[in-house]
């Protein structure tokens, strides 16, 4: 990430404890690992299992999911310890709904290329986002099965693409809002918009305790599946 902020983000849409210091959820941050290299997925009208499966999780591997206290280490995510934290290479996805929403975190980021496509097939709307472990990050914004968006965040101006939004999307940055690195130049995005977009698309403003309230599922997806 590009340096701590100054002070604690304050966005339109997310409460103080609901962001950690540099603007992530802190639901997210909390199931992530160190240095995560990780993908969210939300989509609409579509129940978690389905979700997984559309993603090509590995069916063998769905199941019901609670969460442990904690992580073993450092490396581990959250969902990939409640697997045992031996998954070798493999992600580990998490699903759980909220209202009319799915959200789907992937641990490692395996399920990127094309996954809001095909959550949003059958007149659905879905979105994707993803960080790298190298800071680089983008969303995807699709409904019934095509893309109408892709943003490439480190290149994203919001005065030039928010007037060509549709009218939900254009509702979900702005309840994202900007945290205030330090370096950021004036008109610059922060590289972890696009999870905070996600999250104000599907009302996802929680908590890591909302999250364990949840009935969850989870299963593993191998690289290249």
């Known amino acids: 990430m590009k340096s701590v902020k100054r002070s604690p983000v304050v966005t339109p849409g ?11 959820p802190v639901w997210i941050r909390d199931l992530a690992s160190e240095d995560p290299n990780h993908s969210l997925h939300v989509v609409r009208d579509m129940g978690p299992v389905r979700a997984l499966e559309a993603l090509r999780v590995e069916p063998a591997s769905i199941q019901q999911c609670v969460l442990p ?23 580990t ?31 659905r709307t879905a979105v994707t986002t993803v960080y790298t472990i190298n800071g680089h990050a983008s969303l995807h914004y699709a409904v019934d099965g095509e893309e109408i968006e892709e943003v490439v965040i480190d290149e994203l101006s919001l005065e030039e693409r928010l007037p060509g939004m549709s009218t939900e999307l254009v509702a979900a940055f702005e309840a994202a809002g900007i945290a205030d ?30 999250i364990r309230r949840m009935h969850l599922v989870m299963g593993q997806r191998n690289a290249g599946d």
């Open 14 to 24: 997310f409460p103080r404890n609901t962001l950690d210091s540099e603007g992530l």
């Open 181 to 210: 690195w330090e370096d950021l130049e004036p008109g610059e995005v922060d590289s972890l918009i696009g999870m905070r977009v996600a999250c104000a698309m599907a009302g996802a403003v929680l908590t890591l305790d909302d």
């Open 93 to 123: 996805l998490l699903a759980g709904r909220i209202g009319q929403w799915t959200f789907v975190y992937d641990d490692l980021g395996y399920t990127v290329d094309g996954a809001a496509e095909v959550l949003s097939r059958g007149g």
């Open 69 to 91: 206290d904690q992580k073993p280490n450092r490396y581990t995510s959250l969902p990939s310890a409640a697997l045992g934290g031996d998954t070798g290479d493999a992600a």
